[in-house]
């Protein structure tokens, strides 16, 4: 999400496809109104107001608070993303926040919520307060209720406006909204830093030249990363600490109060208003946040209304297009037409106009089989948790190592900061490059591309002799060492294919990422201090894979990959332990020997939510 680098993206993602289809346009069926609405404090934020020429009677409002801009929002969210609620009825509202585009104030970054014993602060929760109560004192035709929508840096302000919810404010729908920047979210998961991203975003969003890319003088990134060496030569070389966001990123390497006090995580204490919680399986920005906010939810959800969606789409899928297709895999149905107009529009119907609502607590797409699952909890309470571990000769298998085997049985890699791993297939164009970019669908591109690397680990399962559904969170537990004083691992857990595909050949031993995600070992003992680790010590890592709904078929393996490095989008860990990464030398970065251990005294392995077939 980080707010305003998507000022490029966020509008491309869930607007521009629908730019060829127009032949009308849908505003023409609403009076449009524009003003400038004041906050408690006397800011006025720019407002655009539609209220349809029709006459439905009274209508609900439908907020949504942006800081990409409203000029040119409305026209296609109407004809695409919201056109199912267009079709309902209702009065749509459009802001920009403070201190954006036509609005006053100051922007802050993820403005961090107020104090609750200073009357006088304001934040995104008061703005999308004294919004709704202008609006129902200043607009006719309504029925006294709202309703909240958004997704990234949309989806975090309307999670924001659960925390001190105006009372006509019945429904909100917070959709790829991050929940945490350091743990896992846009700029850091599990504290490694996401470099390509953090740079290139910081660049877009901070640069003298607004929403500036950067100039890269080589088509393929991966080269000028690697060449720029240490990242203190970031500042050194190019920014001259010019960017406030990098400056910030510098200044605070580890979980500190900048970190904590930006996660929405404390603040929800209540679940205030009905939530629709909406992810994509493939979210290269922010899946991390949406489960996360369920999550905390769910735990004061007394009256079950905190509901959670989550399909076969990446960062904003679910507002664009049939849904049909992600990258090479096919999923045989339209899931975001499905989800814009039977679940969206429907939700919001109940919860702002009264009418019936059929939706379970959850509501998952399984991919593999291609259908939709309704469950009443997430993770589901019938899946049981299955160990698939590491084996000799590259081997993966649900039985447990036996006691026999060597007890300090390893497989054991070079890793050398020199030579990194690519995180997707090369070149890697820059993550906005205006003429298309890898960058939408690069979870779902086929892993063949690492597998021979020396520096990559794989264990493989016989052919399925039955299906296997995870349904529910995949946790990797990895007894390691390295002969280094700090290291990353990167976990993936992969579909692979039969090699004769009976529906389309091109995909015939296609490796597909089910889940990963990367954990930086000097965080292993907590993210707020962290520690070297001691050369040639076995030590258990647990990565949280996060979750998943998917049916791996009968025919097909699964496997397992182990790296530690994963570049541009993660950083190069140096290998040797320095207390703040962001200022470490060229000469810090070193070879190091790591060893994943697969034996019954340390039994590497991921542990999977399995369902019934």
């Known amino acids: 999400m980080p707010p305003c680098h998507r000022f490029v993206f966020s509008l491309w993602c869930v607007v521009a496809p629908l730019a060829a289809q127009e032949t009308s346009d849908p505003t023409e069926a609403f009076t449009k109104v524009d003003t400038m609405i004041p906050m408690r404090d006397g800011v006025r934020l720019h407002t655009s107001i539609f209220v349809p020429k029709a006459d439905h009677g009274p209508l609900p409002f439908m907020l949504q608070r942006t800081p990409y801009g409203i000029d040119e929002t409305p026209r296609r969210a109407l004809a695409g993303y919201m056109k199912a609620l267009a079709d309902e009825g209702y009065i749509f509202v459009f802001q920009d926040i403070r201190g954006r585009f036509k609005s006053e104030g100051r922007f802050v970054m993820q403005r961090p ?16 307060y004294d919004t709704i109560d202008w609006l129902l004192k200043n607009v006719a035709r309504h029925n006294g209720r709202a309703g909240m929508l958004g997704i990234s840096y949309d989806g975090w302000l309307t999670a924001m406006a659960l925390l001190d919810p105006h009372p006509a404010l019945r429904a909100v729908s917070p959709q790829a909204s991050p929940a945490d920047m350091f743990l896992g979210d846009d700029f850091h ?86 939530t629709l919680n909406v992810g994509g399986w493939w979210d290269q920005e922010d899946f991390y946040g949406p489960l996360k906010i369920y999550e905390l939810l769910e735990r004061h959800d007394s009256l079950n209304r905190n509901f959670l969606v989550v399909g076969p789409w990446n960062h904003g899928g679910w507002a664009r297009g049939p849904g049909n297709q992600l990258g090479n895999i096919r999923f045989g149905v339209n899931t975001g037409e499905y989800f814009r107009d039977s679940v969206q529009a429907a939700f ?57 085997r060597a007890p300090s049985a390893f497989d054991s890699y070079v890793s ?73 691992w990167i976990v993936k857990l992969i579909d692979v294919y039969p090699d004769d595909h009976p529906t389309d050949p091109k995909l015939g031993g296609y490796q597909l990422m089910v889940a990963n995600d990367v954990f930086r070992g000097r965080f292993r003992n907590g993210f707020e201090r962290p520690e070297p680790i001691v050369p040639n010590a076995v030590v258990e890592y647990v990565v949280d894979l996060h979750t998943q709904d998917y049916r791996f078929l009968r025919g097909h393996r699964m496997m397992v990959q182990v790296q530690s490095t994963w570049f541009p989008i993660i950083d190069r860990n140096p290998q040797t332990y320095v207390p703040n990464i962001f200022l470490a030398k060229d000469s810090d970065y070193r070879k190091a020997t790591h060893r994943i251990y697969r034996s019954a005294r340390y039994p590497s392995r991921v542990t999977l939510a399995v369902a019934a077939p």
Do not use: C
């Not at 919520?113 to 999308?128: C, F, G, H, L, V």
């Not at 740079?199 to 720029?228: G, I, K, M, P």
């Open 113 to 128: 919520p107020r104090s609750p014993s200073d009357p006088r602060a304001i934040d995104e929760s008061t703005d999308a």
């Open 189 to 274: 998961h599990n504290g490694a830093f996401r470099l390509s991203y953090g740079f290139e975003y910081a660049v877009l969003t901070e640069a003298s030249d607004t929403n500036a890319q950067f100039n890269f003088d080589r088509y393929d990134t991966f080269d000028w990363y690697l060449a720029l060496g240490a990242l203190s030569n970031a500042n050194a070389r190019y920014l001259h600490g010019s960017l406030p966001s990098w400056n910030d990123f510098v200044a605070h390497p580890n979980y500190d109060a900048f970190w904590q006090r930006q996660a929405i995580g404390p603040y929800l204490s209540r679940v205030a208003v009905p």
């Open 348 to 404: 919001f119907a109940h919860y702002l106009k009264d009418k019936p609502l059929d939706l379970p607590e959850a509501l998952t797409f399984e991919a593999g089989a291609n259908r939709w699952v309704r469950s009443d909890a997430w993770p589901p309470r019938a899946s049981r948790a299955r160990d698939l571990y590491f084996g000799p000769a590259g081997r993966l298998s649900f039985e447990r190592p036996p006691l026999e």
């Open 416 to 488: 050398d900061p020199a030579h990194p791993v690519p995180y997707r297939n090369r070149p890697i164009e820059p993550t906005y490059y205006p003429k298309g970019s890898g960058w939408y669908t690069w979870l779902l591109q086929d892993q063949r591309f690492v597998q021979s690397r020396p520096d990559v680990l794989s264990w493989e399962t016989e052919p399925l002799g039955e299906d296997v559904v995870v349904r529910g969170d995949i946790v990797a537990h990895l007894f390691a060492a390295t002969t280094g004083s700090d290291a990353d």
